[in-house]
Structures are given as C-alpha cells and as structure tokens.
C-alpha cells in the first residue's frame, strides 16, 4: 500500500466515524424543534392578547334608538317634518314610549300643529302623572290654543313638580306677557333668570321690559 493510497484511508474511516457519530448521537437538526420559528413574544400580537383581534362587534341598537338618534340629530338642523316622521314610525313600534312621545310632541309645536300636540302631551301624562316637561309642554300648547286658564294650571304644576328648573318660569312667564299680565311676567322673567343666568332669552325679556 502507497503512502498516499494510506492517507486515503485515514481520511474515509475519518469522515464515516464524524457522520455515525452525529447520527447516533442526536445532534443532527430535529424539524420543528431547532428551527422553531423565534418570534419575539411582543410581536405575537393577536395570540397573545386575543382582546385585539378577536374582540367582539359592538351591539347592534334597536330600531326605536336607531329612530330616535334620527330624531335628535334632525332637531338639531330644525327640520321638525323629518322628527315628525321618525316618531310616527317608532310609534308603530311602540306607541307607549313616553321617549318617543316627547319628541313627537315637541315637533308638532314647532309646526304648530298645537292640537295634536295637547293630545301628545296629555297622552304622557296619562302614563306619567309627574313629569315636568310634559305639564310645561301641554301649557305651552294649550296657550296657542288660546285655553289660557287651563294653561295656566300646568304651567304652575310644572314650577310646582320641579321648581329649580329656569325654563318653567320663563314659559310661564311668556304666556301672563301675552295675556298683558306684564309685572307678573316680569317678576317670573327675573326668577328664571336667578336660576339660570345663562338664560340669555330671560335677559333680553327683562332688558326691554324696564327699558
């Protein structure tokens, strides 16, 4: 045997004795073990803090809040037909509500439409003998109706249901204005205005009466 036939031999018997020994021995690379993906734990995001990506829909709003939003969003732009509208068909849905009812009530005051309006408000009544806005509200209508004792009555059972709320007594002051009752409209003008003093409408009464 040569020397370089020799060398050959080392080297093979070196190569097989390197290879069964990382068989055998369980260093060679394990699939899904060694080469698990290394993600930062801050970057697992959605799995680690599922309230992120899995978090649950918001609740779906009925269709008498649906119609109400509708109500409230078209006062603010003044257009009482489209409030008017949206009450009348939440009142399909429930004609009860007094919600509805009140918001009905208050457009068809702003279209003077006042019978309809003494019927909306007494129809609150009705169900809720204590509620202050429905006795001012009925006043107001039943003044435009030109049934003014009747409305003085609920203007005076609303001071009386809550009594520290300014506009009661500027509404009732408004009507005893129109039925010349001035000295009393006044005093009740300056009363409101104790309550509120951002009640600018109170002001500007009281400025151009003691002018």
Not at 5 to 34: E, T
Not at 101 to 106: A, D, I, K, S
Not at 158 to 169: E, K, S
């Amino acid at each position: 045997m040569t020397l370089f036939q020799l060398i050959l031999l080392i080297s093979a018997g070196a190569i097989f004795y390197l290879f069964f020994k990382q068989l055998f021995g369980g260093s060679y690379p394990k699939r899904g073990v060694d080469f698990e993906a290394q993600i930062p734990q801050d970057r697992i995001g959605g799995l680690m803090q599922p309230d992120k990506t899995f978090a649950r829909p918001p609740a779906p709003i009925s269709r008498i809040d649906e119609l109400l939003q509708i109500a409230d969003a078209s006062a603010e732009k003044e257009d009482w037909l489209e409030v008017k509208k949206a009450m009348q068909s939440a009142q399909i849905l429930d004609g009860k509500n007094i919600d509805v009812l009140r918001r009905l009530g208050v457009a068809l005051l702003h279209m003077n439409d006042y019978g309809e309006a003494k019927k909306t408000f007494e129809t609150i009544l009705e169900m809720d003998a204590e509620d202050d806005l429905a006795e001012a509200s009925l006043a107001n209508a039943l003044h435009k109706l030109g049934e003014d004792d009747e409305a003085i009555i609920h203007h005076e059972r609303a001071i009386v249901l809550d009594g520290g709320y300014a506009p009661h007594y500027y509404n009732y002051a408004n009507t005893l204005y129109d039925l010349g009752r001035k000295q009393e409209a006044l005093e009740l003008y300056r009363k409101a205005l104790t309550i509120d003093p951002d009640l600018s409408a109170a002001q500007k009464m009281i400025e151009e009466m003691e002018a």
